[in-house]
């Protein structure tokens, strides 16, 4: 079992930055391929970027050049560089994760809010 908590969001200008933060407990974190999903008021949730457990990241084409995911398997953490914000890039992020040999996520946090203003 793992626990995922993020942190980070808030409200922002666009063209700004924020960094969100999943802190992972319950299990070995290294074990584990990580994402960043959000979801927008009446669309469903889609996936951001995510992170194998040996560190290839990838990107949907809408954050590409603007976002990175990175890990810290010492700190059990992943984060989301969000920079050059956009208006609709306002979503609840959530952050995931999942055995490395597994097709769907298997644990996910509560989310965070990231509101970009225009």
């Known amino acids: 079992q793992v626990q995922l908590v993020e942190s980070g969001g808030g409200l922002v200008q666009a063209g700004g930055s924020l960094r969100l933060s999943c802190a992972a407990s319950?299990?070995?974190?290294?074990?584990?391929?990580m994402g960043w999903f959000h979801q927008a008021p009446g669309k469903q949730r889609e996936l951001v970027a995510a992170i194998t457990s040996t560190g290839s990241a990838n990107y949907a084409d809408s954050v590409k050049g603007r976002f990175t995911i990175s890990r810290d398997n010492a700190k059990n953490t992943v984060y989301l560089q969000m920079n050059s914000l956009k208006p609709e890039d306002t979503a609840f992020y959530y952050c995931a994760a999942k055995k490395s040999w597994r097709v769907s996520y298997e644990y996910w946090g509560q989310g965070t809010q990231v509101t970009v203003s225009s």
């Open positions: 319950g299990d070995t974190f290294s074990n584990y391929a």
